[in-house]
């Protein structure tokens, strides 16, 4: 019919009908679950021994201790980036075909990777067999990772608030703000935590060294104190509870099914942990010292870890169960997948910008956490970003359906025939698939529609218009 082809000539937006897709992604997500797993258990276990390195330090420079740190770096470094890069390359391979910009942020990712594994291996080098590594390790590592990083959240930030001036969603708002505070945080920590590692540790680091985390205060490190609370530590705590109001706001709906009081509890018991860790810590924000790492307050820092791990574990868990409940009705789709890498990414950044490298311990436990928020910054932004892209083209979709179904209401009067639906019916499907191969072509991601989706909506709008023709009819 012309109209049809009209409407695929008119409508340049981007569709890939998929009723079938398993996605460009590895087949069983058992294996990606498993993998994610892993290398959140390693980090986990780099965080705690890096965190509480003035405590653990016998038992960290002990055989036992130096072969766990190696079998760190092996996980994260070895078989885990292996695996994930490989994963990352596969699940956006075609959207980075259309995108040289995505493409040139993909190649950077890649080379900083294998950069931050090469001096780490060469770390692990010097400690099994010179007992020793130098503080440029961490710093090159760490320096290079959280540049990336700030790189990766400023673009996510500026996608959110772009997409917020377009639909004034309150979710998107508050996940903006939290991007943008991370990007902030992690840009300020380039400073902070180089000038303050090179200015407090010698060159080589050994056992025989203290592992105390450096007194931050006005007093030991003048301005550079105030840089690293108000520019470092205010806007993470910001963007922990920006990233915690959104994730509430997205799970509102499942308060009806476990009962408002239930949800609540569950919401507010993390939160609460949080701020009872952190209280020392806020308290001493205006006198512009830094006291978590306080010996004396270190019941205050297992709360605040435990609750901040387990907060970022609920936000990432948020995701996860949208994209399960979207696997329940579109199984094999592609933002399954997308959804699924951003949960996984918010949970790991959590991890590796909590985890200290300012007491800079012996073996350098959270080194392999510090140096891959890159890594799980850009998971987070490319599962947003993909998710994005795909609900954006259901909705361009649906707009050319109705705008066919609008121009083809002068045959209402005839549509309550079978005849007349099955002909609309194949028109639809017919300018779906039509747009199909341009579509693909720009953006080069699938969306969440399947055909039984398109028939559902078509026979919602048919009937809307049915509706509203029958209306005009008795007026």
């Known amino acids: 019919m012309s ?4 409407i695929a000539r008119s409508s340049k937006e981007n569709f890939r009908l998929s009723p079938n897709s398993s996605g460009p992604v590895f087949r069983s997500k058992v294996k990606i679950s498993i ?9 986990i276990i780099d965080m ?3 965190t509480f390195s003035d405590i653990l330090k016998e038992q960290s420079a002990s055989l036992w201790g130096i072969v766990l740190f190696v079998a760190i770096i092996l996980t994260i470094y070895g078989i885990g980036q292996y695996f994930l890069l490989r994963y990352l390359k596969q699940l956006s391979e075609e959207v980075r075909s259309k995108e040289s910009n995505l493409n040139k942020l993909y190649k950077l990712l890649w080379v900083a990777q294998y950069i931050i594994a090469a001096i780490l291996f060469l770390a692990v080098f010097q400690i099994v067999f010179s007992t020793h590594y130098y503080i440029l390790s961490t710093v090159a590592a ?5 540049a990336l990083a700030c790189t990766v959240m400023s673009l996510v930030s500026y996608r959110f608030f772009s997409w917020y001036k377009s639909n004034r969603n309150n979710t998107v708002f508050l996940y903006a703000l939290a991007s943008g505070m991370v990007a902030i945080s992690t840009g300020s920590h380039l400073i902070t935590h180089n000038s303050i590692l090179l200015e407090k540790k010698p060159f080589e680091i050994n056992a025989s060294l203290k592992q105390d985390f450096p007194e931050i205060s006005t007093r030991t490190v003048g301005y550079m ?6 520019a470092n530590v205010l806007p993470l705590l910001l963007s922990f509870f920006f990233m915690y109001a959104g994730t509430v706001l997205l799970l509102g709906n499942y308060s009806k099914k476990l009962g408002k009081i239930k949800f609540w509890v569950i919401i507010c018991l993390p939160l609460v942990f949080f701020l009872i860790g952190l209280l020392p810590t806020l308290v001493a924000l205006p006198s512009g010292g830094f006291t978590f790492y306080n010996k004396n307050l270190v019941i205050f820092r297992i709360f605040s870890i435990l609750a901040g791990s387990g907060g970022s574990i609920f ?6 169960t949208t994209a399960k409940s979207v696997n329940r009705i579109h199984p094999n789709s592609s933002i399954v997948s997308y959804l699924a890498i951003a949960g996984y990414g918010i949970m790991t950044i959590t991890i590796a910008i909590e985890t200290p490298m300012y007491q800079a311990p012996y073996p350098p436990f959270g080194i392999a956490a510090s140096a891959s928020i890159g890594l799980m910054c850009y998971l987070y932004g490319l599962g947003i970003y993909l998710s994005a892209i795909s609900v954006s083209e259901d909705i361009k979709l649906r707009h050319a359906i109705r705008s066919y179904i609008i121009q083809e209401s002068r045959l209402l009067d005839s549509i309550g025939t079978a005849q007349m639906e099955q002909q609309i019916e194949k028109t639809v499907l ?3 698939k039509e747009q199909e191969e341009v579509l693909s072509g ?4 699938e969306p969440s529609m399947t055909e039984g989706d398109v028939k559902e909506y078509l026979e919602t709008v048919l009937l809307e218009v049915k509706n509203l023709h029958d209306k005009k009819k008795r007026t």
């Open 142 to 146: 760490t320096s290079l990772s959280y």
């Open 430 to 432: 017919k300018i779906a």
């Open 315 to 320: 936000i990432g868990v948020a995701f996860l």
């Open 35 to 43: 993998l994610f797993a892993v290398v959140t258990s390693a980090l």
């Open 3 to 6: 109209n049809s082809d009209d």
């Open 225 to 230: 104190a105030n840089v690293f609370l108000y």
């Open 442 to 445: 720009q953006t080069g991601v």
């Open 48 to 50: 705690t021994f890096s």
